[in-house]
């Protein structure tokens, strides 16, 4: 059976993704404040905010059952993405020389596309049934 179109799920998403945007955020800024590292603050923003992340949205966003499989799938999903976050925050504050109150935001915002398609393969995906 074909599953149905949940219209509601972009509003989910963005509702959590703003929550989770403005975690890493407060992270981030905070730690550069506090006068760690980009580098350093980065990685503690990703501990923190990546199972509070998965648990919201797959009890909320995509609303599907928490498994240990689909938090490796986020987690690995959010990795990726932790690399482009850092480039961009790399970029952005080490060549341009932005502050990390200007940079943060602009890359939050540049991997909101990415962490949509990488939460919704690791907590949605179903493996195809094996033939046999």
Not at 38 to 60: C, E, I, K, M, N
Not at 86 to 100: D, G, K, R, T
Request: charged letters at 10%.
């Amino acid at each position: 059976m074909p599953r149905t179109i949940d219209l509601a799920r972009p509003r989910r998403y963005a509702t959590v993704g703003a929550l989770c945007a403005a975690m890493n955020n407060v992270l981030l800024i905070g730690g550069e404040f506090a006068g760690l590292h980009y580098t350093a603050s980065s990685l503690l923003a990703f501990a923190v905010v990546t199972p509070t992340a998965y648990w919201l949205h797959a009890a909320h966003t995509f609303r599907e059952p928490l498994s240990w499989r689909g938090l490796g799938r986020f987690t690995a999903g959010l990795l990726m993405g932790l690399m482009i976050f850092f480039l961009v925050i790399a970029l952005l504050c080490s060549v341009l020389e932005l502050p990390m109150i200007v940079a943060a935001p602009i890359a939050t915002l540049i991997l909101f596309v990415w962490n949509y398609v990488s939460a919704r393969w690791a907590i949605v995906a179903r493996l195809a049934p094996r033939s046999s």
